[in-house]
Nanobody, 120 residues
């Protein structure tokens, strides 16, 4: 059974850097047939839907949403089977539920999501 679990602060001040970690069990983040993603959904804009932020692949390659690329970084720790998201210079508009997800045949496994609020 593949499981993903997000962890990180629930409250971040404006202009700070948000860091979230996804711990994976039941699969390896070095698996060649899947990718590991960060996705968010703003509770204030439910109609906006899910926003894909970026991905890290089996060999550590990363790809980002162009609208967030300048502020986003995804890294990994293979010894802990974890991958992390860093989002710099956050604003209240970055308040959202953040998910990590595996993409195999579609996004087939998701974490439960973690609420992040950006506020002073």
């Amino acid at each position: 059974q593949v499981q993903l679990q997000e962890s990180g602060p629930g409250l971040v001040k404006p202009s700070q850097t948000l860091t979230l970690t996804c711990t994976v069990s039941g699969d390896s983040i070095t698996s060649t047939y899947v990718t590991w993603n960060w996705i968010r959904q703003s509770p204030e804009s439910p109609g906006k839907g899910l926003e894909w932020m970026g991905v890290i692949t089996y060999d550590g390659s990363t790809y980002y949403n162009p609208s967030l690329k300048s502020r986003t970084s995804i890294s990994r720790d293979t010894s802990k089977n974890q991958f992390s998201l860093q989002l710099a210079s956050v604003t209240p508009e970055d308040t959202a539920v953040y998910y990590c997800a595996r993409e195999g045949v579609g996004y087939d496994y998701w974490g439960q999501g973690t609420q992040v609020t950006v506020s002073s």
